[in-house]
């Protein structure tokens, strides 16, 4: 007798909540009756993006200042006890530059300073 009971609580119980699954399963804000036991659900369009995003003009106006204010470190609540030890990174040596100027070019230069002195004294 007991056991008959229990599986009629248990149907009652499955029943129930496949009844109710079909109220929570619309859109929230709709109205049951408006939209029917079985509300149709309608694929958001693809060219949309949902939630809108707010237009620039709904934006509060920027204040230059706030750029120039130096961001303040976050203070440490715990100072550690170990010192942490770094070592300084150092490339690969670099090798030593060496300009050569072939008397050419000395002769070239030399002459395009003669012209600008000729063009600055006009």
């Keep these: 007798m007991k056991r008959a009971i229990a599986m009629l609580r248990i149907t009652l119980l499955t029943v129930a909540t496949l009844l109710a699954a079909s109220a929570f399963a619309g859109q929230p804000g709709t109205d049951l009756q408006s939209a029917g036991a079985f509300p149709a659900t309608v694929p958001a369009a693809a060219d949309k993006v949902y939630p809108p995003l707010p237009t620039l003009a709904m934006l509060p106006p920027s204040s230059g200042a706030d750029d120039d204010l130096p961001v303040k470190p976050a203070p440490h609540r715990k ?6 030890q770094t070592q300084e990174r150092k490339g690969p040596p670099m090798p030593a530059v060496r300009l050569v100027v ?4 000395h002769t070239y230069l030399d002459s395009v ?3 600008i002195d000729l063009a600055l004294a006009k």
């Design 113 to 115: 300073q003669r012209q």
């Design 79 to 84: 100072k550690s006890r170990a010192v942490i």
């Design 102 to 105: 072939s008397d050419a070019s």
